[in-house]
């Protein structure tokens, strides 16, 4: 079974800017979650899509927004970068919400310049 | 907002070894899930404990979870080159909203093995 795929897997953008990062989770799994990781702050919660539908948010501004698709395929979107918004952003899936192991992808690498 | 603390940070042991990192939740957690990232990659998931006082195996790490449901360790027992990474530690508070709430993770514990 493939697993979570991330893409692209590196990113240079410039302050201003908005990226989308794309997140294809392991075949029949429905829940997907993003994680913003610094070495300064650990792994944070972004937010966790379930069904289509936004179950969990994480604080984060609202420049930092996702989606999910009939598919499971998610997407997350940062408007007007920052350059604190250089960081690894990892994707996870698991079959269903709550209580179920998370299953991560390689990560997006995004600097902000 | 629920917080997880995990010490120590980093943890520097010799090969055969013992190691041990400890999760604090600052609030009753429903599950606590155990992650391993090796450097360069991203976290593996090792292990869910769910029930109270809950203690589990896998071959040289044990696993407990607190009778409170609010702590949790991870022990190594006579830690290998290959148990080199970072431990984190990741939980969902026991809200009525049955999952109101991202999983909140640790900052992790470095393990770093010296031959």
């Known amino acids: 079974k493939a697993g979570v795929t991330q893409t692209p897997r590196y990113l240079i953008k410039t302050r201003g800017q908005q990226v989308t990062l794309s997140c294809s989770p392991i075949?029949?799994?429905?829940?997907v979650s993003w994680y913003q990781q610094t070495p300064g702050q650990g792994l944070q919660f972004l937010f966790e899509y379930f069904s289509e539908t936004q179950r969990n948010k994480g604080n984060f501004p609202g420049r930092f927004s996702g989606r999910q698709f009939s598919n499971s395929r998610s997407e997350m979107n940062v408007s007007t970068l920052e350059l604190g918004d250089s960081a690894l952003y990892l994707c996870?899936?698991?079959?269903?919400?709550?209580?179920?192991?998370?299953?991560f992808g390689p990560g997006t690498r995004l600097t902000v310049t | 907002g629920q917080q997880v603390m995990q010490i120590p940070q980093y943890q520097h042991v010799q090969e055969g070894e013992d190691f041990t990192t400890y999760c604090n939740s600052s609030t009753t957690l429903s599950n606590i899930q155990w992650y391993k990232q090796r450097p360069g990659g991203h976290p593996v998931f090792l292990i869910q404990?769910?029930?109270?006082?809950e203690v589990k195996k896998q071959k040289r790490l044990t696993f407990q979870f607190g009778e409170a449901k609010k702590n949790s360790s991870l022990h190594i027992t006579a830690t290998q080159t290959t148990d080199v990474g970072t431990y984190f530690c990741a939980g969902r508070p026991l809200s009525s909203g049955g999952g109101a709430d991202g999983l909140t993770f640790g900052k992790g514990t470095h393990l770093i093995i010296q031959p």
């Open positions: 996870a899936s698991s079959l269903g919400h709550f209580v179920y192991e998370q299953y």
């Open positions: 075949s029949g799994h429905r829940s």
């Open positions: 404990l769910v029930k109270s006082g």
